[in-house]
């Protein structure tokens, strides 16, 4: 990060100032690199996220401003000509130069807001991308490259899933052999070493809400050679991957980082090297692709970030006893935070103390039309939640994964992955008191349990057909 600088100086000074290069824990020494980004000072030695990101220097407005400025310019101009053929061939850039191109490339403000992201993940770089999937298909684009392999867990987003099963055969040639990312026999059979290029899962899955072993994946990827990617959009804050062995940490930051579901943004981070190659100028998947942030975007997630441990802690503290009560009432439910979730220590061994389990819960209703009915009532009837997808809202969220998020899912893939018909995802918001949802959740489902078998119900978005039980 850049270093804290007089109220004065101008926007050029307070945004673009070089960092210093550095050890990957802050102890900045003499070296300095040409690349594009250097490590940012990341505040490795904070095992805290909250505190990371609070160590880190602040970023200041062009006059002043407690916030930092928007750099809304597509193009930046130079003042000699050679300057120009010099950011081209690589020789200058926004860190040793204050020097930027295009907003496609670099841009002063999302830079600084991936400065920031990184000093949460605890890695040395990052950058924000226009959304969750534009972020995770250039890691994979970068990292595999045409033909190679992937390993990956089989329970993963819908749209992950498709990406690997489905898209990238097809462009690229790429291959993805699906697994039991527990089974770490299973894994090593998996990868193929020389050729698998990354493995690849979910630090908490969707919707199963499984807990990866990271230290155990990463030791197996790099003994194949390979790079871990860790999808952490489940658990920010919650989980550090990176700390845990990850080569690189993607989110969609739509989600919890930016909790007004109003955004659409992504993020990679990783190494300083990996977000040079990505914005290389001939080489580079996010420069040629152009999934790019907008500068007023990253600026108003800037404004978000130092609130997000304490909306974690709420999200956790919610679901971890909306989750014990939905048990107590004998409901299937999953939630890692549960003695009798199989990972329940390994997220404690593994997690950041002090903010939970997560924010998502899943509740399987046994069949789609009993998810439904429910989902109909928490929603039109009790005013408990709305059914959308997504995750990270103040609002609780629903959606039954088997019709929605995961739909591009075989069916019998799905059932392999333990994805039932009837599941419900919960993202549980943090709106109204705790007691006055608890009362409204009981009210639906009692509904529900009211019902009689066959008696049809209008319900939003859901074909009559498909409330028979």
């Not at 295009?102 to 040395?124: C, D, K, M, W």
């Not at 226009?130 to 033909?147: E, N």
């Not at 090297?273 to 108003?300: I, R, Y």
């Not at 959308?388 to 059932?415: F, H, W």
Request: aromatic share 6%; net charge negative.
């Amino acid at each position: 990060m850049a270093h804290i600088l007089a109220a004065a100086e101008p926007l050029a000074l307070l945004m673009k100032r070089p960092l210093p290069q550095t050890d990957g824990y802050g102890y900045g020494d003499d070296h300095i690199s040409t690349d594009v980004v250097k490590p940012t000072k990341a505040c490795h030695r904070e095992s805290d996220p909250a505190a990371a990101l609070a160590a880190a220097p602040h970023v200041f407005g062009e006059y002043g401003g407690v916030n930092m400025s928007i750099e809304a310019s597509a193009t930046f101009t130079v003042m000699e000509p050679d300057t120009m053929r010099r950011l081209f061939a690589g020789e200058m850039g926004p860190e040793g130069d204050d020097m930027y191109i295009y907003s496609r490339h670099f841009n002063p403000t999302v830079l600084a807001l991936s400065r920031q992201i990184a000093v949460l993940e605890g890695t040395e770089a990052a950058y924000c991308t226009a959304s969750g999937m534009s972020a995770i298909s250039s890691v994979l684009m970068q990292l595999v490259g045409a033909g190679g392999h992937v390993v990956a867990s089989r329970c993963l987003y819908g749209g992950t899933h498709a990406l690997l099963s489905s898209f990238l055969p097809r462009t690229s040639g790429v291959s993805t052999t699906f697994v039991d990312a527990d089974d770490e026999a299973a894994v090593r059979a998996a990868v193929r070493p020389g050729e698998t290029k990354v493995v690849y899962v979910e630090t908490m899955s969707n919707p199963t809400l499984a807990v990866a072993d990271i230290p155990m994946l990463a030791r197996v990827a790099h003994e194949a050679g390979a790079k871990l990617v860790v999808d952490n959009t489940f658990t920010p804050v919650v989980v550090s991957p990176a700390r845990l062995g990850a080569d690189v940490v993607v989110h969609s930051v739509s989600k919890f980082i930016s909790g007004g579901a109003d955004i659409i943004a992504g993020v990679i981070c990783g190494s300083a090297s990996l977000v040079n190659s990505l914005m290389d100028l001939q080489d580079g998947a996010l420069m040629l692709l152009g999934p790019t942030m907008n500068a007023k975007v990253a600026a108003e997630l800037s404004g978000r970030l130092p609130h997000l441990p304490l909306r974690m802690q709420e999200h956790s503290r919610r679901a971890a006893e909306f989750a014990t009560r939905m048990r107590r009432l004998g409901l299937r439910v999953t939630y890692p935070g549960l003695p009798e979730h199989p990972h329940q220590d390994r997220l404690r061994r593994l997690g950041n103390p002090g903010y939970g389990a997560g924010g998502m819960l899943c509740l399987d209703m046994g069949t789609e039309a009993r998810a439904n009915r429910l989902m109909h009532h928490l929603q039109n009837t009790t005013q408990f939640g709305l059914m959308a997808v997504s995750l990270g809202y103040c609002e609780t969220l629903m959606s039954c994964s088997g019709n929605s998020t995961s739909s591009e899912i075989a069916p019998e893939d799905r059932a392999r992955a333990g994805i039932s018909p009837g599941l419900i995802r919960v993202s549980v918001g943090y709106t109204g008191t705790l007691e006055q949802r608890w009362t409204q959740f009981e009210r639906a489902l009692a509904l529900v349990q009211q019902e009689t078998p066959g008696k049809h119900h209008k319900m939003m978005f859901v074909k009559p057909s498909a409330l028979e039980i």
